[in-house]
């Protein structure tokens, strides 16, 4: 659900923050005083184009910011990974998009920077605009063969007929990289075959580039690391003034002077405990220096096998276990391509066999949708006629299409809102009003099986009012259920269904022109609906608690 919509210097708007609440939000107040400006700031923040004349005269930049409960959105968290935003803290999105007069236009989720495709794309999975907007997710013939299989209850096989799909697909690629002529063929066998060879040549060995760069670091500085042993050896033992020396002039001292003083004992047994140590360290500088070798045909040979490995890297991995793996790859490849001819009429063999279990699983498919869909269409009809399309037609017409992860079929909803007009596509529907009753029609059948969490609907009462209006402000309540809805109206019956009303209104403060929206409260209400009925007279008063009482039963 949006939950929260915060507007700073659009239009009219110097800064305004909105909080919903879930189920049927309406919003009334009088004409001109900015309730299309809510519509436009939610737009926006979805990814509208922007256009630098709405920016609050005397301001230099234009912010909106939404905050959306989005923890249960399907597909939400993929999305946000492909966009490249972070994902939700505690289940809340947060969109924010920025605009100024000189042309910056900035726009993140969650923080994260972003492009207007990518807010376009939360869009669609969080809100549809049903009004003279763009959104309505209902228009796309995908959404509309979705929607006919939730309703059906054939999601599981269309997934299992995409999972076929996928693995066609994979079969498909596997055959094209071995259905090529034979000059291609000869040249790719002579590559695979000699990066096999040279592999295997080199006879690798996990870990072997660390000991190897080692052993080369003391090859290359053996002479020096014999000199440098070797005047530590001197100094420990073999000098005249090597430590050896002189701890053994110290340990005669020492004894004598524990002969007189017998507390002294401790330090003649400290002493003989450091001349074991410094012999053990001078066996210890003999026992290394004997190990180097400064052999200068070892180093060349641990040179060439760098070399080796370098060139390896260069050619097949940026590591050697990457160079082993591609090893093991290289000789799959080429096993393959040595038996090309069996391995071709057994990839035909195979697709042959999944192609027959995918046409199988699309026909159950079109089956399971054209036994629902005179169902759905009946359901919808229902709808419509509530809505004062007393003989309007709905069809679900269903044509043979390229397999798509969707299915073998293409899906088109028609409608005709009233006698005598031919069935039309959703998307042709001339009129705004008639487009969103028909959409609400569509939200009420459907409110089960629609995913969008948050329906706007602008202009739905135009041309309709006394029962109609009433059942149009019913089912916005029936649908806020399943869904938040927020629906900017005109007609007393309409609003007075709402769980929770807000009221746009302007004020003229030294010479500039501002709105606000607050919400109602019950007397507040009343007030507003009496209003809208035409006055502030006690009748009218009357009628809108009775509006009010009549919507709570």
């Known amino acids: 659900m949006l939950v929260s919509l ?23 107040g009088e004409t001109g005083a900015g309730k299309s400006i809510l519509i436009g700031a939610l737009e926006l923040a979805l990814g509208e184009r922007a256009a630098r004349d709405a920016i609050r005269t005397g301001a230099e930049s234009c912010s909106v910011e939404a905050v959306f409960e989005a923890g249960c959105v399907p597909a939400l968290a993929e999305t946000l990974e492909e966009i490249g935003a972070e994902p939700c803290e505690d289940g809340r999105l947060l969109v924010k998009r920025a605009f100024s007069a000189a042309g910056a236009n900035r726009q993140f989720v969650n923080g994260s920077p972003v492009t207007l495709q990518s807010l376009t794309r939360l869009g669609e999975l969080l809100v549809d605009l049903h009004g003279p907007h763009d959104h309505q997710s209902l228009l796309k013939t995908e959404a509309q063969l979705r929607i006919l299989d939730r309703f059906a209850g054939i999601e599981e096989a269309r997934a299992t007929f995409a999972a076929t799909l996928g693995e066609i697909r994979a079969i498909e690629a596997r055959k094209r990289e071995l259905a090529m002529d034979d000059k291609e063929f000869a040249r790719q066998l002579d590559l695979v075959a000699h990066q096999v060879k040279e592999i295997e040549a080199a006879r690798l060995q996990p870990g072997e580039e660390e000991q190897l760069e080692a052993d080369y670091k003391v090859a290359s500085s053996s002479q020096k690391l014999l000199e440098l042993s070797a005047h530590a050896l001197d100094a420990v033992s073999e000098g005249e003034g090597s430590a050896t020396v002189a701890l053994a002039r110290a340990e005669r001292a020492l004894r004598d002077l524990a002969a007189t003083d017998p507390a002294a004992a401790a330090l003649e047994e400290a002493n003989r405990a450091a001349s074991v140590q410094v012999q053990d360290l001078a066996r210890e500088l003999s026992r290394y220096s004997g190990k180097l070798d400064p052999d200068p045909e070892r180093l060349q040979k641990l040179s060439e096998r760098m070399t080796v490995v370098q060139t390896l890297k260069r050619k097949y991995g940026k590591t050697l276990a990457e160079v082993i793996a591609f090893g093991a790859e290289a000789k799959a490849r080429l096993k393959i391509l040595q038996g090309r001819s069996a391995e071709l009429a057994r990839i035909d063999t195979e697709l042959d066999q999944v192609r027959a279990t995918l046409r199988k699983s699309g026909e159950g498919l079109r089956a399971a949708r054209k036994k629902a869909a005179p169902s759905l269409c009946a359901r919808i009809e229902s709808q419509l006629r509530e809505l004062g399309f007393a003989q309007a037609k709905f069809a679900a017409e269903l044509a043979p299409a390229e397999p798509t992860v969707l299915g073998m079929d293409a899906l ?18 001339a009129s705004s009003g008639e487009m969103a009753r028909v959409m609400l029609a569509l939200k009420t059948a459907l409110a089960d099986q629609d995913e969008v969490p948050v329906l706007v609907f602008d202009e739905v009462d135009a041309n309709v009012g006394g029962e109609v209006g009433h059942r149009v402000g019913e089912k ?5 259920k399943r869904h938040q809805v927020l629906c900017v109206t005109h007609l007393p019956q309409v609003a007075a269904c709402a769980k929770t009303h807000l009221s746009v209104t302007k004020r003229v403060e030294k010479g500039r022109t501002f709105t606000r929206v607050e919400r109602l409260d ?24 009775e509006m009010l009482r009549a919507a709570s039963d």
Do not use: C, Q
Not at 6 to 25: F, K
Not at 412 to 429: M, Q, T, Y
């Open 476 to 480: 916005m309540a029936r649908i806020g």
């Open 522 to 545: 019950r007397s507040a209400r009343e007030k507003e609906l009496a209003r809208m009925l035409g006055g502030a007279a006690e009748t009218a008063l009357r009628h809108a608690r």
């Open 6 to 28: 915060r507007i700073r210097n659009l239009a009219l708007v110097e800064e305004l923050e909105l909080e919903l609440e879930p189920g049927y939000n309406a919003v009334t």
């Open 412 to 429: 088109e909803f028609r409608v005709s809102p009233n006698v005598g007009e031919p069935l039309k596509a959703l998307r042709d529907i």
